[in-house]
Every structure is written in C-alpha cells, then in structure tokens.
C-alpha cells in the first residue's frame, strides 16, 4: 500500500500499511476541519464589511476569502478521493486488531477472547471489516476507529456496573417467574413441571421487566 500525498514522484513514496493510511486520511481531515474554521471566519470579516459599507475592507477580506476557498477546494478534493477509494476491508485483521486491543488497554477495558469475537463483561463484541460494522451489546456502530470504540465500551461497562442491584428484588422478580413457568405447564401439560430452564426464566424476567431491567449474564 502506498502513501497518497499530493506532488510525490512515484519513486518518492514510501511503502505504509493499510491501518497507517487510514490514520492518515483522518489526520486530512482534521486539517481541513482548521481550514474550514478560517475560511468561515474570514467570510464573517467579508460580510461585516458589506454590511457598514467599508469597500476597502470588504475586497480585502473577499480576495482572502476566494485564496482560501480555491485552497480548501483543492485540500478536500485530494481528500475526498483518498477516502472514496478506501475500503476498511483492506486494513489487515491484525492491524486492526492489534490497535483496538492497544486502545482498550488504555481505556482500562480488559478483553476476553480473540478478533473478531471477544467479549467484555457483561457483554460481547463482534467485528466485521467487511461490512464496516462493529456490534456492541447487541447495537451496531458504523464508527471503527479503536480508541473512539474503547470508549463507548468502557462507558457502556460503567453504566451496566453502576446500575443500582438489589438481591432480595431480583430473587423476589425469579421466584416470580419461576411460579408462572409452573403454573403455565400445570395448565398445558395437566401437572407442574419437575425442571425449569434458566432460559425460560430468563424470558419471562425480561417479560415482566423488560430487556433493560435485567441481563442474560446477571
């Protein structure tokens, strides 16, 4: 994979991996982010001239206007096509997964299993560069950039972990479910079931409570 900076001779570019390419295409754009602020900015100084009738002024701050346009103009369409021809399917897996891992690291999030799969306690994580797509507590994330996703992780854990957990609640909310999943074989079969399946009761649990109230792993 090469470099695509703009006026390097073919022999002058250097050889940089996918992961680098895409780090650089959003180091771009943030460079054209700074631009656009000048640019709106020296607009502003062209329209407050307009407005008091100051002509010097204004064909000062309009010709600077103009100079930076054609220069965002030009800036952003080297950009654009940088972007349009990437594809996040081109990064390679261990690239990307060595960055993500490195990003959780430092987000304190501690990561069981292996890319694409992991999980994170108290739930998991699926990746797919194919699809530019990363599922997040059963939530899709079009957003793929490692130390933005760390993030959301960590602050998905925080908000499951700091959740208020009462014990006497819950085994009152599964003596409850237990007493219908009996009640319900009584009906259909004739007698109480012998068994019941944690997963039956997980059912009913979100029934009564809702998804949000209690999680398959709690």
Sequence with gaps: METWEPGQRPEERES??????????????????????????????????????????????????????????????????????????????????DAFEQACRKADVRLEGSFPSYEVFPFDIRFSLLQEQVIINRQAHRTMDPEFLALVIRKEQDKLTRSRFSAAQFMSALLRAYDLLVAESFQTRGKPMKQVGIKKVYQVLTTMGGRAAYTEKQ
Excluded: C, N, P
């Excluded at 329209?47 to 309009?62: E, I, S, T």
């Excluded at 800036?75 to 972007?83: M, N, P, Q, R």
């Excluded at 594809?87 to 897996?93: A, N, W």
């Design 16 to 97: 940089v991996s996918s992961y680098d390419r895409i780090l650089q295409t959003k180091g771009e754009a943030e460079k054209l982010a700074r631009l656009q602020k000048v640019l709106v900015k020296s607009a502003k100084s062209s329209f407050r001239a307009v407005a008091v009738f100051d002509l010097q002024g204004m064909r000062k701050h309009a010709a600077g206007t103009r100079a930076l346009l054609e220069t965002y103009a030009g800036e952003f369409g080297k950009w654009e096509d940088a972007v349009s021809a990437f594809r996040l399917s081109e990064v390679s897996e261990q690239e990307y997964r």
